[in-house]
């Protein structure tokens, strides 16, 4: 899954760009950007065993705790804004996406879908959905703020947040026809690539 | 670890920042490692304010340098891979050109006559030593507090020098309330009667309890409230090893036995020139603001700060580490828990050194 959204998110990275990464876990995605696509990348992380990983890496790491804000980084002029995996954990996400796009252009988001057909299996059963790809119990979980890649879509729409590029991958991180004909029941994680309108 | 200390003499002078001019000086400088052939390997680590040359290994009396829980054979600067070397800053009183020398012109100690000198100065003048020893760059020059103000300067003043720079606990300029506390220092040492203007050598005597009284304010400033109340409560000294009859809490007991020992081994004219240097340093000086001082910086940089320092607080680190990412420098920052305020910059602890040594070596 990680290697399929690392060749997505490449893909809609331009060149010698600057680029953030919020939640940017042990810097790998970075890594391979700089490699690939000559960036200048920065990191945002809050576990310090990650921040590690980074620096080991030699990706330039910032800790902080996204929730506290993103404003800091407002300044600085980077082209695209990266947030994989994170935004449910957020404690306000609609601020969150609405700041990315201050401080870029573009915005490449992540997130896992609730509306998952196994996701419903579960709901309709009576539990809190526990899948592979949302392993933890509801209270164990980070993840304050799922969605379905509905709710995302119209959020995006309220905030006039317009979605330049989308893809939907399934359980095996494979893209298919059947998975984009019906993503908000068939897909766990949507990948958008965001513009402000 | 292969150690070798040295005093190493510099005879055509410097230039201060000040306008004033040394017309000659010397530094001790210690070395820990060895310098590969390429001389690709040397890391310049600056101290802080009562610091000195000796920053690792023991000392004759088995006293530990300075950083010696960092500096080291398989430690985070790592002394098998790097050629470490830190030298007494110029103005100090550990056998580098200070207060305490002998000025050649009148033949007494300098005293009161010694000049302001700066971060800045510190910086030439190790890039001084740097050319003597024909290094042509510092793999990482890295310190912290006033050390780390070094590591900073090192950045902006000499771009193609160096490669890596480490700021810890430290900030581009000092703040208010450093200043007010460091003026507080200052002031215990001039109203001591032993004092004479600076001039206590030429007299024959020290102002100790006034360097004895700085340090001990000092001393409250490098710890955190937190780390003082665990270590010392309220409980009370023991009568048997009281150093003084009027003592009645461990703490007092404590910074009175700290700034006494203090008070035996440093000069007050370094303790009021280190100070100054400290207070009189801002990064953004001569340009317009720090975003432009960062302008031409190189160096990859690694800002840590601690959460218990209320000296340097993290966000004067992180400041820094927005200014140099509106640059475009590769930067990073990190802040750490730190049990001991703002001296945390001063003990390992596994995450502080994984990160460094990780920085170094990437």
Redesign the interface.
Known sequence: MAKKLTKIITAWVPKDSKVIDFGCGDGSLLKELMKTKKILGYGVEINNKKIEECIAKGVPVIKQDIDKGLHEFESSNFDVSIMARSIQCLKDPSLALNRMLKLSKRCVVTLPNLGYWKCRINLASGKMPVTPELPSSWYETENIHLCTIEDFESLCKKERIKIKDKVFLDSRGKQSTLVSMSPNLLATEGVYLLEKE | MKTRTELMSFPDGIDLESGDRLDTFELMVESYGELNESKTNAVLVCHAFSGNHFAAGKNNDNEKGWWDQLIGPDKAIDTNKFYVICCNNLGGCSGSTGPKSIDSKTSKAYGSNFPQVSVSDWVNSQKMLMDKLNISSWEMVLGGSLGGMQALQWSIAYPNKIKKAGIFAAAAKSSTQNIAMNEVARESIRKDQNFHEGDYIEQGVIPKNGIKTARMLGHITYLSEKHMDSRFGRKFQDDDSKVDQDVDFEVENYLQYKGEKFSEVFDANTYILMTKAMDGYDAAGKFNGLENALEGVTA?L?IIGFYSDWLYPPQRG?EI??AA??N?I???????EGEHGHDSFLFHND?YS??IS??IQ?
């Open positions: 990859e690694l992180k580490q927005i990412m509106n475009n590769k930067s990073s920052y990190v802040v750490l995450q994984q990160i990780k920085f990437s």
